[in-house]
């Protein structure tokens, strides 16, 4: 952990950003005047009347803040203050920081030597100060705080992207900054406030890269420990589940295999059904890659995270036309249990709940497309399940029997098996067991 000194002068703000350059997307949108607000008017007024009329402002392209003018109460004093984006003829970008008097507002702080577009701008309560200011640019984040009238940097470093959550469960907000690294996996730093001073992990590692991460949020354990959960396709069809928190002022990452017991080996015919684990690239480690592109969530809505683990025999391979089951599983602080048991179609994007004893048994793969799932026993038949979009003609489906909807698709199933088969389901048991992604 290295501790971050609020000390940073303006001189230092005008330090600029490697990398960066600036960008215009949209010229004609560029050509045309902006419609202002009245309370905007007076705010691009005030900032004329500081820097003159030959400047640009500057629009943060993604997030809620998407205004280059931003109203908030910087320095907690019960007051809003203004932040307003602009570039001159030097194509950095500047900050000013105004505040309401009487009558109009007066620029009272200006930054400048941001190079670069501003890609989000968010708030973040860390501590009792005030909210601390996150702004990505093109390839850097940097936190900072508006104290006695001036804008400090707390920290600033390459970035890929920043989360805010509440990763240590302490009621204030982290700021978690993401990372590419020279080996194509992702760096994960957290900044958060030890009660003190706001403080920044050493650096840890994720197999992630950024770009190959499909699902991150923030949620408790049912043991209670908050973490933040990272699901990610690591090689083509094949995925991986990394959780981060921070533990004695330390970034850590776990997996799935420090919760979940697992053998190294067992053959086929002394299968138990434990989850088994296999060598691979990461040897014993047992990290349980899958082939299966599920994400962590409350799958059974009792407030916690269960965690996705395939039920296999061996480390993850790539998959073709194969569906695998997976178990979701809770973990209490002395042993994960499975929670939920089912498969996952991402092309129709729902999961649904199998009676556990179809797990040896029972096989499922696709069928004429991605849209149809099969499963067989012993090579035979047992159930179809459908999905078609509502404006598409239903009639092929004659046969099959209407079971569910979400918004844009329909929902059809097609037993085979026998009412008195421990195989036969009911309509109305797809429709209670299916979770639409």
Known sequence: ?????????????????SGCTFFESDTEALMRPPVFTEEQEKL???????????????????????????????????????????SLLDESTRINILRKGKEN????????????????????????????????????AGIYRYESERLESLYRASCEGTDIVDINGDSYEDVVILSGNPIGRTNINIAYSDGTDICVTETISINAGYDSIYSKHVGKLSNGQNFYFIDSEIYEGVYLTEMVTIEEEKAKRYFAADFVEYEE??????????????????????????????????????????FPVEYREDYAQEASDKIFFIQYMSYDGT???????????????????????????????????????????????????????????????????????????????????????????????????????
């Open 1 to 17: 952990m290295k501790k971050i000194l609020i000390v940073l002068a303006a001189a230092a703000l005008c330090l600029s950003f």
């Open 105 to 140: 507002w007066v620029s009272v702080y200006e930054a400048a030597g941001f190079y670069g577009e501003i890609e989000k701008v968010e708030f973040a309560k860390m501590d009792e100060k005030g909210e601390a200011i996150v702004i990505n640019w093109e390839q850097e």
């Open 265 to 306: 080996e067992e053959t086929e015919e002394e299968s138990t059904g434990v989850i088994v684990v296999v060598g691979g690239d990461y040897g014993k480690r047992g990290i349980f890659l899958r082939n299966t592109k599920a994400e962590c969530m409350d799958i059974n809505n009792d407030g916690f995270v269960e």
């Open 335 to 437: 042993e994960a249990k499975p929670v939920w048991n089912g498969i996952v179609n991402n092309e129709s994007g729902y999961l649904f709940a199998v009676p556990e004893s179809w797990n040896e048994k029972v096989s499922v793969s696709f069928g004429k497309s991605a849209e149809e799932l099969v499963f067989t026993e012993n090579g035979k038949v047992i159930l179809e399940i459908c999905s078609v979009t509502k404006n598409d003609y239903q009639d092929k489906y004659e046969d099959y029997i209407f079971a569910a909807e979400d918004e844009t698709k329909n929902y059809y199933v097609k037993t085979f098996a026998e009412p008195e088969s421990e195989f036969y389901v009911l309509p109305e048991y797809f429709k209670n067991n299916i979770i639409f992604q």
């Open 44 to 86: 691009n007024a005030a900032l004329t009347e500081v820097i003159g009329e030959s400047y640009v402002l500057k629009y943060p392209k993604t997030g809620e803040m998407n205004s280059a003018f931003i109203f908030k109460d910087l320095d907690n004093d019960g007051t809003e203050e203004a932040m307003a984006f602009y």
